[in-house]
């Protein structure tokens, strides 16, 4: 799994959750789980392609285990009946894909690893695009033609 480790999905949903949403038996189901990272990871790497250089190094920004989580939790509750999807998990995944479109127009910047070093690079050295408003009046205008 990529993003998100199993014990780190074990932690954030709670067991009891995961296990009624990927468990078979009583076990968790090991391929559902990969099935379902695998698809996280698409949509998340989807975002990020053209901003950072694929696949990231080890270890990735923080922001992308809570997304990941968010984005398999959603894909577990869709997978038993996406009609009936709890309204805060449609929330967080929502909020997910703002965030991810945040990333990818560059408003949030992601600390990433440096390659073969393991050191992170912080994000105020990775380059940011600002977009400034155009001036819609003359300097001098006042709203007050006369006076």
Request: hydrophobic share 40%.
């Amino acid at each position: 799994m990529k993003y998100i480790t199993k014990e780190q999905l074990d932690a954030f949903l709670n067991d009891r959750s995961l296990k009624a949403l990927a468990g078979t038996g009583g076990a968790l189901d090991d391929e559902l789980l990969n099935k379902v990272n695998n698809m996280a990871v698409a949509r998340i790497n989807g975002y990020l392609r053209g901003v950072y250089d694929l696949p990231l190094a080890e270890p990735v920004d923080g922001q992308l285990f809570t997304m990941c989580g968010n984005l398999m939790r959603y894909y577990l509750y869709e997978r038993r009946d996406a009609a009936s999807i709890p309204d805060k998990i449609l929330k967080l995944y929502e909020l997910t894909l703002r965030d991810l479109e945040k990333i990818q127009n560059r408003i949030i910047v992601l600390e990433v690893a440096i390659p073969g070093t393991g050191e992170t690079q912080p994000a105020e050295l990775n380059s940011i695009r600002i977009n400034t408003p155009s001036q819609k009046f003359p300097p001098h205008f006042t709203g007050f033609d006369g006076l």
